[in-house]
């Protein structure tokens, strides 16, 4: 973020350094999402909320490439990947079952508060975006444009509040919620004891 050429203009600047950084993020959402259907097939578990975050993410980064611009918000933007690594850990210690330890709520803890931290950059983001709005509206390209605003209002709006009551939650109650069966619904009245045994 302290490379000039990024601020100086917010949707063509660029640097070696921010191309460096897409190709290697490009690779990581490759990965995840290779994984993430990989293991939704597996275990026969789909999680649309996840899977957009991640299309949108990879069709962002995947963009910034092909039309040679927007390196400043896909710069910005990766710093929203910050928790990734202690949501790794805490699925790593809920399968370990470690959920109980401190190591446990140690990172949980810190997990919550880096969903905290994802809300103050996409405020980042959306504050710049209102400070360049004319420079944006007329020269960004505008697969960009739908691409980028999609996938801020959708994390803004709806995924990091999500996840953010989710992590919070599991703070106190540490199961997979990724993979948590639903209870099942017993509309059936239960048998009673009298007449099972008749």
Request: aromatic share 18%.
């Amino acid at each position: 973020l302290n490379d000039e050429e990024l601020h100086q203009d917010i949707v063509f600047g660029k640097s070696r350094s921010s191309f460096f950084m897409i190709l290697v993020t490009l690779g990581f959402f490759i990965v995840e999402c290779t994984a993430l259907f990989t293991s939704n097939a597996v275990f026969r578990y789909f999680d649309a909320k996840l899977a957009a975050h991640h299309v949108l993410a990879l069709l962002g980064f995947l963009s910034a490439l092909y039309y040679d611009c927007n390196h400043f918000f896909a710069v910005v933007g990766l710093i929203l990947e910050m928790s990734t690594p202690s949501s790794a850990l805490c699925w790593v210690l809920i399968k370990s079952k470690m959920a109980h330890t401190n190591i446990w709520k140690g990172n949980q803890i810190l997990l919550v508060h880096l969903f905290h931290c994802r809300s103050v950059v996409e405020m980042y983001i959306y504050y710049k975006s209102y400070l360049e709005w004319t420079h944006i509206w007329a020269t960004m390209p505008w697969p960009i444009f739908v691409i980028l605003y999609g996938q801020l209002s959708l994390i803004f709006f709806w995924l990091t509040p999500f996840w953010t009551y989710k992590k919070t939650a599991q703070l106190f109650n540490p199961i997979d919620w990724n993979h948590a069966k639903p209870e099942s619904n017993k509309s059936t009245p239960a048998v009673s004891e009298e007449k099972k045994s008749s």
